[in-house]
T-cell receptor, first 111, second 114 residues
Framework: GDSVTQMEGPVTLSEEAFLTINCTYT??????LFWYVQYPGEGLQLLLK?????DKGSNKGFEATYRKETTSFHLEKGSVQVSDSAVYFC??????????FGPGTRLSVLP | EPEVTQTPSHQVTQMGQEVILRCVPI?????FYWYRQILGQKVEFLVS????????KSEIFDDQFSVERPDGSNFTLKIRSTKLEDSAMYFC????????????FGSGTQLSVL
């Protein structure tokens, strides 16, 4: 079945550092890809998405590009802030099927 | 932005007791889901619901689990006889359409089974 793999955390960075969280997937067909974020004590919120190959999703300074050739959707941000501390989930949805989430990567940003 | 609302935020129960977790999805959404997240583990799909019936369920969703949409507003998850391993954060989600659209998640109910 479909699956999502993420780099293991926790990831600890200093403020203004560059962030990359790797995500790769296994799926048949052409899934849509998502990044969700979970702030402490809250539910999952959509951060960004891409629905086809070479699409770039972006939001709040975060970006991810749908790379079908490498089956990847890595999350990047040029300069992280303390308020970005959260758990980040990569996910996919194959048409008509349910979301499949990765295990999550915890990010801690230190001032 | 519209929200999915879940109640209670925390539920503590004794093993073997029944619990009902409640959710109010976004009003014009058509697809409803329950997911759970055991502490430190990944978010796992439990069940999807459309047109007043279950459309898909995972192997986790055994006979102890049931879902209902009793009044066109609420969407509930019932666990008939809770087990210790049911302790988790349970998330409700809703969606306008089934394909390529984002899920709107509630803030979750933390269930602790003692």
């Amino acid at each position: 079945g479909d699956s999502v793999t993420q780099m293991e955390g926790p990831v600890t960075l200093s403020e203004e550092a560059f962030l990359t969280i790797n995500c790769t997937y296994t799926a048949t067909g052409y899934p849509s890809l998502f990044w969700y974020v979970q702030y402490p004590g809250e539910g999952l919120q959509l951060l960004l998405k891409a629905t086809k190959a070479d699409d770039k999703g972006s939001n709040k300074g975060f970006e991810a590009t749908y790379r079908k050739e490498t089956t990847s959707f890595h999350l990047e941000k040029g300069s992280v802030q303390v308020s970005d501390s959260a758990v980040y989930f990569c996910a996919l949805e194959n048409y008509g099927q349910n979301f499949v989430f990765g295990p999550g990567t915890r990010l801690s940003v230190l001032p | 932005e519209p929200e999915v609302t879940q109640t209670p935020s925390h539920q503590v129960t004794q093993m073997g007791q029944e619990v009902i977790l409640r959710c109010v999805p976004i009003s014009n959404h058509l697809y409803f889901y329950w997911y759970r997240q055991i502490l430190g583990q990944k978010v796992e799909f439990l069940v999807s619901f459309y047109n007043n019936e279950i459309s898909e369920k995972s192997e986790i969703f055994d006979d102890q689990f049931s879902v209902e949409r009793p009044d066109g507003s609420n969407f509930t998850l019932k666990i008939r006889s809770t087990k210790l391993e049911d302790s988790a954060m349970y998330f409700c989600a809703s969606q306008t359409e089934a394909a390529n659209e984002k899920l709107f998640f509630g803030s979750g109910t933390q269930l602790s089974v003692l």
